[in-house]
């Protein structure tokens, strides 16, 4: 018959996230696999702004340029964990089940959010500099 040790909490899994404050676990299961929907969405529009409008953007694909486009990648997924501050401030402030309806809405918003400022900076910081 196995017991628990003295340093677990009782009732806990023996993976990493049992281990984790509940609130904080429950956050990285709702954000966490809707991260991988994100940066699918995000690299879809980044397709077809490549696809639609190749001849353009022919000249900058180089190392350096792929470069940057993984600078980029890197820095819409440091966005993307803002979900965990508003987590951390929202979350006190509705009950349980009014915040599980408004995670839906900040990931909707904040990915609609990424993908407007991704077209933005495509469009106006990119497009016009490629020769």
Do not use: K
Not at 29 to 52: D, H, K, M, Q, S
């Amino acid at each position: 018959m196995e017991t628990s040790s003295a340093t677990e909490p009782h009732g806990s899994s023996p993976n990493a996230l049992g281990r984790l404050p509940g609130s904080f676990s429950a956050a990285l299961r709702f954000w966490e696999p809707r991260r991988l929907i994100y940066n699918l969405v995000l690299t879809g529009f980044v397709l077809a702004w490549l696809l639609g409008t190749w001849p353009h953007f022919r000249p900058v694909m180089t190392l350096e340029g792929a470069l940057q486009l993984a600078f980029f990648a890197l820095l819409a997924n440091l966005c993307y964990s803002a979900a965990y501050l508003a987590e951390l401030i929202l979350q006190p402030l509705a009950p349980n089940a009014g915040w599980l309806r408004w995670r839906s809405v900040l990931w909707v918003f904040g990915t609609v959010l990424a993908v407007l400022m991704e077209n933005y900076w495509i469009a106006d910081e990119i497009y016009p500099f490629v020769r």
